[in-house]
């Protein structure tokens, strides 16, 4: 999983975390444990409490959560010493990445939003308190700043133009990979 991707996940389990009064560093913490689960035997609630020193309890009501969130599954296994029933917990790639798809989507609606909004937009500033205007409001204002009487300025935005379409064409291409990778599986 690349790093935009493992950044993307974690906000998303973090957002659902607070939701339900999980604390999010924790809810972070254990998914990022289980991404770096390698060897695809996946890991105990007790393996977990060792290396995060979490709270037991509270190690299994996140994992409650990424299982409903159907991101984590499980399998019964035995403890190596004692024969004791155990949990080991995985991560669910595909429902992961899936996740991830739907959740780019919805991060490219509101980019594009934005850009077609900076682009049918004029936008103005004060030189003086930097305030700034759409231009229905500077027009109304007949061009001058209503807190100071500066003559405002047209805002030149094409910078942040710039930034957004770069980003839009990249988030493109991630998705457009993924639907492949997706239809693949
Ligand atoms: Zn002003």
Redesign the pocket.
């Known amino acids: 999983m690349s790093q935009a991707d493992s950044e993307l996940l974690e906000r998303f389990v973090r957002a659902v975390a607070s939701m339900v009064r999980l604390d999010s560093d924790h809810a972070a913490t254990i998914l990022r444990k289980l991404l770096s689960e390698k060897n695809g035997k996946g890991l105990s609630d007790e393996e977990l409490e060792e290396l995060t020193n979490i709270r037991q309890g509270e190690i299994r009501r996140i994992l409650r959560l990424l299982y409903e969130l159907r991101l984590a599954s499980y399998r019964r296994g035995k403890h190596p010493e004692t024969g004791a029933t155990r949990y080991y917990w995985k991560l669910n790639l595909h429902t992961i990445n899936n996740v991830l798809l739907s959740r780019k989507k919805s991060v490219l609606r509101n980019l594009e939003l934005k850009l077609e909004y900076e682009e049918n937009n004029q936008f103005y500033y ?1 030189p ?2 930097g ?1 700034r205007y759409t231009f229905d409001e500077a027009y109304e204002y007949d061009f001058q ?1 209503p ?2 009487g ?1 003559i405002l300025e047209e805002d030149d935005r094409s910078e942040i133009k710039e930034v957004l379409r770069l980003v839009i064409s990249r988030l493109r291409e991630s998705i457009a990979r993924d639907e492949e990778r997706l239809a693949r599986q």
Do not use: G, P, Q, R
């Open positions: 004060c003086l308190d305030s700043c807190k100071c500066s």
